[in-house]
């Protein structure tokens, strides 16, 4: 006897282990389905010949009905659903899973490097701006079908607006022009800055990072540490200021010497009001080699 499509889709997300899932997953897991006909070697008993978005609507209101999946109570109305069976995981995961091109940045990626000694009131997490999202979306799409598959049958991956707390944790939201370099956290559905540009986030948004100030005793602490991977890192960023804030703090401020650090020179801009702290008012107090105010 065939096995049923909601049976199979049962055990098909107990052994993917999410506790959830977007409706875009949804419809490519019925597309994968449709196209394989059958699942661990058992045939499936499908009742249309062809995937179709009408068909996909069907399938999650059946997974629903039968308590495989339900809304998710922190992402009501935008396709988000939690798999009955499998066990909750912390706000950044869910998070990831929601949003695939989403990490975890700034003050909670200095946290979960060892890197600083405040506790963060909230997750902060980073995403592409909404035109470079789209451009990873048709990426994935790319990706995850195969060219037979038509637009009708499959489903958009929509960018999700994120709620103000995610299993009652807050979360602190970022979008942003100029995305970090990110990597996959073993053993979780996260992803997060990698280290080089978590040191480079400190520099371009320090308020997020637990203020300038502290910016500088972590780069003061550390710096040494990490410095391939922030010089790596401040030679990949888009902003000219970057470089030039890298380049006072660990030549001038900390007296590491790097011909690397000396090129960032060429973006030192005279007669500009380049400030060390980008979110404190410009001061008198300014160094003359790197043409920076130092404000903090």
């Known amino acids: 006897?065939?096995?049923?499509?909601?049976?199979?889709?049962?055990?098909?997300?107990?052994?993917?282990?999410?506790?959830?899932?977007?409706?875009?997953?949804?419809?490519?897991?019925?597309?994968?389905?449709?196209?394989?006909?059958?699942?661990?070697?058992?045939?499936?008993?499908?009742r249309k010949k062809e995937m179709s978005y009408s068909r996909?609507?069907?399938?999650?209101?059946?997974?629903?009905?039968?308590?495989?999946?339900?809304?998710?109570?922190d992402f009501e109305h935008s396709g988000i659903y939690r798999v009955i069976n499998v066990n909750d995981v912390p706000a950044d995961e869910i998070c990831g899973l929601v949003d695939p091109f989403c990490y975890i940045s700034h003050l909670s990626a200095m946290s979960r490097y060892g890197i600083t000694n405040r506790i963060s009131a909230s997750?902060?997490?980073?995403?592409?701006y909404r035109p470079l999202w789209k451009e990873l979306r048709d990426k994935k799409y790319s990706e995850d079908y195969p060219v037979t598959a038509s637009?009708?049958?499959?489903?958009?991956?929509?960018?999700?607006?994120?709620?103000?707390?995610?299993?009652?944790?807050?979360?602190?939201?970022?979008?942003?022009?100029?995305?970090?370099?990110?990597i996959a956290i073993k053993d979780s559905f996260s992803r997060i800055s990698n280290i080089g540009s978590t040191f480079v986030d400190m520099l371009e948004k320090p308020s997020f990072c637990g203020g300038m100030s502290h910016v500088?005793?972590?780069?003061?602490?550390?710096?040494?540490?990490?410095?391939?991977?922030?010089?790596?890192?401040?030679?990949?960023?888009?902003?000219?200021?970057?470089?030039?804030?890298?380049?006072?703090?660990?030549?001038?401020?900390?007296?590491?010497?790097?011909?690397?650090?000396?090129?960032?020179l060429n973006d030192a801009q005279r007669g500009g009001s380049r400030v060390l702290d980008p979110e404190s008012p410009f001061s008198s107090t300014f160094s003359e080699k790197w043409m920076l105010s130092i404000n903090v």
Do not use: C
Request: glycine share 2%; charged share 25%.
């Open 123 to 128: 997750v902060f997490i980073s995403s592409p």
């Open 56 to 73: 996909g609507l069907e399938i999650i209101n059946e997974l629903v009905y039968k308590n495989i999946i339900r809304p998710d109570d």
């Open 151 to 182: 637009t009708d049958q499959r489903l958009s991956l929509r960018k999700i607006a994120f709620p103000d707390k995610v299993r009652k944790m807050p979360i602190s939201f970022h979008e942003t022009r100029y995305p970090s370099q990110s």
């Open 216 to 264: 500088l005793e972590v780069w003061e602490e550390y710096a040494q540490t990490y410095l391939e991977d922030i010089i790596s890192s401040v030679n990949l960023a888009q902003k000219k200021i970057i470089k030039v804030r890298a380049g006072y703090i660990m030549e001038e401020m900390l007296k590491i010497k790097d011909e690397r650090i000396l090129l960032w």
């Open 1 to 46: 006897m065939a096995k049923q499509l909601s049976s199979a889709f049962s055990e098909f997300l107990k052994e993917l282990n999410q506790p959830v899932v977007s409706d875009y997953l949804l419809f490519l897991y019925a597309h994968n389905f449709y196209l394989n006909g059958e699942y661990k070697g058992e045939n499936l008993y499908i």
